[in-house]
C-alpha cells in the first residue's frame, strides 16, 4: 500500500504529459522503471530477501518514478505563475465532440479489461493449478517483452500526429525509422 500514492500520482503525471503532448516522456520513465524493477527484483530474489525485497524494489521504484516525473514535468505544473504559465480552460463543447469520438475506444478499452487474462480461467478449470503456474511465468516474458514496443508507439503517436499535418517528408521518415526499430 506504500507504493500505490506514488504509483498514482506517477499515473497523473503522465496523463498531464500525455495533455501536453510530451508522452516520450512518461514512455521512457516507465521503460526504463519496469527494467529497473524486473531486474532489482531478481536480484532481490536471488539476494535471498523474498516477498519483503520485491515489495521494497516496487516501493523504491515508485518514489523515484514519482520524483523523475516531478522533476521532468515541473514547467507542466506551473499553472497561472508568469509568463510561462500553462493556460487551461476546459471547453464544454470539446469534451462532448471527444467523449462522442472516443466512444468505440473507450468500449474496446473497456472489454479488453473485463476479458484481460480470462485464458487463465479456462486453464484452471480444464488443466489445474500446474499448468497455470507455468503459463504465468511464460506470459510475463512475453508480457516484459512487449512493454518497450508499447510505450514506444504510445510516445510516437503525438509526434506523428503533428507531422501528418506539419510536414509529410519527415513523417515518412519517422515511420520508416519506428519500423525499423520495432521490427529489428
Known amino acids: 500500500y506504500i507504493g500505490l500514492l506514488p504509483n498514482s500520482l506517477s499515473t497523473g503525471m503522465s496523463a498531464l504529459f500525455y495533455a501536453f503532448q510530451k508522452a516520450e ?32 524494489v516496487s516501493i ?22 508568469g509568463e510561462q504559465a500553462n493556460p487551461f480552460r476546459p471547453e464544454p463543447a470539446l469534451m462532448r465532440t471527444m467523449v462522442g469520438e472516443g466512444w468505440p475506444l473507450m468500449l474496446n478499452h473497456f472489454l479488453a479489461t473485463i476479458f484481460f ?13 500446474t499448468m497455470v503456474g507455468q503459463y504465468g511465468v511464460a506470459y510475463k516474458w512475453v508480457a516484459a517483452l512487449n512493454v518497450i514496443p508499447a510505450f514506444f508507439t504510445m510516445a510516437l503517436l ?11 517528408p519527415a513523417l515518412k521518415r ?6 525499423k526499430l520495432l521490427v529489428g
Not at 25 to 52: E, H, N, R, S
Not at 60 to 81: E, H, K, S
Not at 117 to 129: A, K, M, N, P, S
Not at 162 to 168: Q, V
Open 25 to 56: 516522456y512518461p514512455a521512457a520513465i516507465a521503460t526504463i522503471a519496469t527494467i529497473c524493477k524486473a531486474v532489482f527484483g531478481v536480484a532481490a530474489l536471488a539476494g535471498g530477501f523474498g516477498v519483503v525485497g520485491l515489495a521494497a
Open 60 to 81: 523504491l521504484t515508485n518514489f523515484v518514478t514519482l520524483g523523475v516525473m516531478l522533476y521532468a514535468g515541473r514547467d507542466l505544473l506551473r499553472v497561472g505563475r
Open 174 to 179: 519517422y515511420y520508416t525509422l519506428a519500423i
Open 117 to 129: 487474462q480470462i485464458d487463465i480461467v479456462l486453464i484452471q478449470t480444464f488443466h489445474g493449478d
Open 158 to 168: 503525438p509526434v506523428m500526429s503533428r507531422l501528418a499535418h506539419e510536414d509529410r
